[in-house]
Every structure is written in structure tokens, then in C-alpha cells.
């Protein structure tokens, strides 16, 4: 009778739920797991830091519309992932994590590297479980899964005891789980549509707001047909690309004023945090009638004073709305958008100086432009840092759903690099280009061995300002004489794509960047193009530009 062990048995549970890809750092207890992904058939990626093994899982994973797995180790390995886990639940991405554990055998004397990893997990994760047979590795598999690409989706965590992972089980005992409900999408009340409908039809200036929920769920058709009747909108970092952001109603520009102006106010697939100024008043008029979509019912609790929410689908919400509307004329103001074009416009010939900037060393302004002319329309863009990041918000586009990744609810910084190799093996027809600061890509810098030897063609642009928003922090913030604390080496990164084969340009003067940044795109390796900009440059306040 044939049999068949722990590892292989997750393997060949991830294949029958259409997973084709892992993430991870080979170590025991899941040693047998690699090995059965192998013999699966699938990609495996194993990487140089379980933290940015994870952070690419996920990626992958909000790219493809897919649970994003990752494997680690026992005790540090798995702790490793902990931050990942909490990242990915707060921007939403779904990834599931499989960690090894010590030997059942060995619990609570002093096992090797054993760790309450479920407690670890918990606060960070939608669900958490320990697979207690070998048995039931299938089911727990199809579980985790499940949970986490489903509702908001987000990290579950799963944990295997070494005795479950190694332990053989004749095949017929496996319970693959091949079938996966065929979920019905979550249809809005008629009522609310309606309501949703007559709101935005009366309103002198309506406005949507677009996050990244939108992007998960492909609501950009929709929201452009809707958007078309005259509604301005403004999108979260990364719900950029749901509507391709040269979508005339575009106004990431004028944000501010789009908030502050705004009477009527359609949220789709966006929390009221941070990103959104909470939704208070202050940012948003206080007489702003609010309607929110989500596909969670709490989120409708909020700072902010909504008054319908509607739990649905986005895609399957805003059609409907836009239905609703039929061929109804809105009651807006011309003028309300005109005035948002035009702050837009305004917004930007102010920082066109920065942008033409020649002067050496370089202006961070100028290279984003030049990224921006180089870089192609379908690419995925990744970016990370501070200076650079703010920059980068302003400066570049995108034109495709979940095409944008970014440090995201968190903020997290080591995000750029994993994220720009999940999106290229997501989507490997197109480039992937991340645009990082030289603490962020330091942050998970090692990631380009693994993208030289998995082949996963990424561009690195690295923009030097030495340090941690350059030598802003350490000149204005620390005590004079400080050691260099925020202010980093001038090192030179682009030895780190020639350390690996890859494709290494350094720039240090304008002219060269738009050559080398076509160069790299076009070399086909993993490339890194280092360029030095000016560690004294800020982030310009271009109006209300950048908040
Ligand atoms: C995991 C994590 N650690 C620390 C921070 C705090 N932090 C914010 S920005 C930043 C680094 C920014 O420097 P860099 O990446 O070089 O970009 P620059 O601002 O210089 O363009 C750090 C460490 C963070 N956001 N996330």
C-alpha cells in the first residue's frame, strides 16, 4: 500500500486548492514539506529571510487573487514570520503561514528550538490552529486557505508538530480536500442601492473614495463606468491602477480638498484609518452624507459618521449603484470638478522645477521622473521608504489593479523588495520595477541572491540619499556629534547585483539615469540601478499636494 508522508501530503493539498507556488526557508521540522512541493511540481522559492519569504508570499498572493504560503522553521524561523503576518492581515493580503514545530515529545522541557508559536501567531493573524494528526493536515490545509483569501482576507496561521510533518500515512487516509465552495458573491439590498444612488444623483459634490479592496475585487470597470457620470475620486496608495490613474476624474492631486470638499462621499473597499484621515471632520466637512461598501459589516464602525453601509462585493456594489443611476444626470457642480482639475495642475507645475532639476547630486524629483517616463504602463511597481515613497506617491502612476504595492496600512519599511519578486512570479508577463530608499532595500538586500538564482527579473532603483530620509533625522534630530545613527554609509548597493551576476548601473549624474533604468528593464536579470540623490532634499509641500 502505498504511503505517503506529512510534507508531501501538505504539498499535495496546496496543489489540489490550485496553489503552484511556496515561499520559504528550508529547516526542520519542514524539510519533507520543500521536498513534496518538489516532487508536485510546484515553484518553490526559498529565500534568505522568512520574514521577506513571507512579505513575497503575500504579494503574490493579493496579486493573484490566491492564498500566498510561505513555509518556516521552528522557534526563530517561524517568529520571523510574525511581523509578515501582521502586515498582511492589516493591508488585507491573504497569506497563510506553515510553521514547523518541536517534537510533541519534547514540549515544555527545554525542546530544540521550541516556542509557543500559536501565541506568537495570534494577535496578527484571522485564525490560528495546530495540526494535531497527520490525518487531518489536508483539511486543515484546505481550512487556512480558505480563511485566508475569503471575507477581508489576511494571515492564518498554521502550526505542524515535527511527529505530524514526518509521520507516513497510507494514500488513501490523505482526505484531500479537492472541492472548494463556489462562493455567490455578496449582493447589496436593493433598498441601500437605490439610497446609495439618490445620494451621489443629489449631491453638489460628490466624490468616491477607492481602496485597495476595490483592487481585490476587479471593481475598476465598474468604478470607471460610475466615476464617467462626473464623480471625482480619490484612491488609496494602493488602490492606485483599480482605475487607471490617467482616468480624467483622477485626483490624488487635490486630495485634500477633495476630502474637505466633499458633500456626498462613496467609499468602496477603504477603511476610514489613517490613510483616510479617519474620516473626521477636520479632513471631511462635517455635513458630509458618507455611504460605505465593505464585505465586512465592523467596518461600517468607524471614526467616521456613516450613514449607509452596504455590505457587498465592490465590483458587484458599485455596478449596481451605477445601474441605479441609469440616465439620471447628477446634480454636480461643473465647477466641482473643475476646481480639483485644476489644484491638480497647479499641484503638479509646482514641482515641475524639482523635476527639470540637473544639478548634482541628484534631486529625488528628477529621478522619479524619469522612473515615471521609463516606466512601462502594465509594469507592477513596488515602493519603499520615506522620502522616496512620498515622492514616488506624487509622481508615479498606475494603471492596473493591484499593480501598486506599497508599505501599506502598516507602514511597514522591507516591504519593497519581497514584494516586487511576489509580483513578478504573480504576474510574470509583466515588469516589475521597486523604487526604494537605501534603508529599505537594505532592509531585505540579501533577497536579490534569491532573485538571481529562482530568476525572477525584477529592477531595483535604489535612490542613495544615505540614510534614513537622508541626513534629515540625523542633522535636525540628533544631538550634534551623534554617531551615524539615521544617516547610513554612502555604500555602493549596485555591487550587490554584480555580487550575483545580476544587471548592477550606477547613476550619479541626471543624463545617465533614463539610460540605465532602459538598460536595466531590458537586460532581462535581476538589476540594480544605484543612484545617488541628494541626501539634503525633503519631500517639497507642494499645496496640498503631498498629505
Ligand atoms: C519595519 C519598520 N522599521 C522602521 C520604520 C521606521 N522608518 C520609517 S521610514 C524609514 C526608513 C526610510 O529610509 P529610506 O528607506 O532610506 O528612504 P528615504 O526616506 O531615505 O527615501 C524607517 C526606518 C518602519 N516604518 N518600518
Not at 482526505?175 to 441601500?192: F, K, N, S, T
Not at 521608504?385 to 515622492?391: D, F, K, L, V
Request: aromatic share 4%.
Amino acid at each position: 500500500m502505498a504511503e505517503i508522508d506529512g510534507g508531501h501530503l501538505v504539498a499535495r493539498q496546496l496543489k489540489a486548492a490550485g496553489v503552484d507556488t511556496l515561499f520559504g526557508v528550508v529547516a526542520g521540522p519542514m524539510i519533507e514539506v520543500f521536498a513534496g512541493a518538489v516532487r508536485e511540481g510546484m515553484t518553490v522559492v526559498g529565500c534568505r529571510h522568512e520574514e521577506s519569504a513571507a512579505f513575497m508570499a503575500s504579494a503574490w498572493g493579493y496579486v493573484s487573487r490566491k492564498p500566498g504560503v510561505v513555509v518556516a522553521g521552528s522557534g526563530p524561523g517561524m517568529t520571523n514570520t510574525v511581523t509578515s503576518m501582521h502586515v498582511a492581515t492589516e493591508s488585507a493580503m491573504p497569506l497563510v503561514v506553515l510553521g514547523g514545530s518541536t517534537h510533541g515529545a519534547t514540549r515544555s522541557v527545554g525542546g530544540f528550538q521550541e516556542a509557543d508559536q500559536v501565541a506568537f501567531a495570534a494577535p496578527g493573524c484571522k485564525s490560528t490552529a495546530t495540526v494535531d494528526s497527520t490525518e487531518r493536515i489536508a483539511e486543515h490545509v484546505h481550512l487556512a486557505l480558505g480563511r485566508a483569501v475569503n471575507g477581508r482576507p489576511g494571515a492564518v496561521y498554521l502550526d505542524f508538530p515535527a511527529q505530524v510533518v514526518g509521520r507516513r500515512i497510507p494514500e488513501e487516509q490523505a482526505g484531500i480536500r479537492a472541492q472548494a465552495p463556489e462562493l455567490a458573491l455578496p449582493h447589496p439590498d436593493p433598498a441601500a442601492v437605490d439610497r446609495i444612488a439618490d445620494l451621489l444623483a443629489g449631491a453638489e459634490r460628490p466624490l468616491v473614495l477607492v481602496g485597495k479592496g476595490a483592487a481585490w475585487s476587479d471593481a475598476g470597470p465598474a468604478l470607471s463606468k460610475l466615476v464617467s457620470r462626473g464623480i471625482p475620486y480619490v484612491t488609496s496608495p494602493m488602490g492606485r491602477g483599480t482605475i487607471p490613474d490617467d482616468d480624467p476624474h483622477f485626483m490624488n492631486g487635490a486630495r485634500s480638498k477633495a476630502l474637505s470638499g466633499a458633500d456626498a462621499i462613496l467609499m468602496v473597499g477603504g477603511r476610514f484609518n489613517w490613510i483616510f484621515g479617519f474620516g473626521r471632520a477636520g479632513r471631511y466637512s462635517p455635513d458630509a452624507r458618507i455611504a460605505q461598501i465593505d464585505v465586512c459589516a465592523e467596518e461600517m464602525w468607524s471614526s467616521a459618521n456613516v450613514e449607509i453601509g452596504v455590505v457587498a462585493d465592490a465590483a458587484v456594489a458599485v455596478a449596481q449603484i451605477d445601474q441605479a443611476l441609469g440616465g439620471r444626470a447628477l446634480r454636480a457642480a461643473p465647477s466641482w470638478l473643475a476646481s480639483l482639475r485644476e489644484t491638480c495642475q497647479r499641484n503638479e507645475a509646482g514641482l515641475a522645477p524639482a523635476m527639470a532639476d540637473d544639478s548634482v547630486p541628484i534631486n529625488p524629483y528628477r529621478l522619479v521622473r524619469d522612473v515615471r517616463d521609463a516606466l512601462p504602463r502594465e509594469a507592477s511597481l513596488s515602493v519603499d521608504g520615506e522620502t522616496i515613497m512620498g515622492i514616488s506617491r506624487v509622481l508615479l502612476p498606475s494603471h492596473r489593479a493591484r499593480s501598486r504595492l506599497n508599505a501599506g496600512t502598516t507602514g511597514c519599511m522591507g516591504t519593497g523588495v519581497p514584494y516586487a519578486m511576489g509580483a513578478k512570479l504573480a504576474r510574470p508577463d509583466a515588469p516589475s520595477v521597486a523604487v526604494l530608499g537605501d534603508y529599505a532595500f537594505g532592509a531585505a538586500g540579501m533577497e536579490i541572491e534569491t532573485a538571481a538564482r529562482v530568476g525572477i527579473p525584477v529592477v531595483f532603483v535604489v535612490a542613495n540619499n544615505e540614510g534614513i530620509a537622508g541626513h534629515l533625522l540625523q542633522d535636525h534630530m540628533l544631538p550634534a556629534g551623534a554617531p551615524r545613527i539615521a544617516a547610513l554609509l554612502p555604500a555602493r548597493y549596485e555591487k550587490m547585483a554584480e555580487m550575483v551576476d545580476g544587471h548592477a548601473e550606477s547613476v550619479e549624474r541626471p543624463d545617465e539615469i533614463r539610460p540605465a533604468l532602459d538598460r536595466a528593464l531590458a537586460s532581462g536579470r535581476v538589476a540594480l540601478v544605484h543612484v545617488r540623490v541628494d541626501p539634503k532634499a525633503r519631500r517639497l509641500s507642494g499645496g496640498n499636494y503631498l498629505k
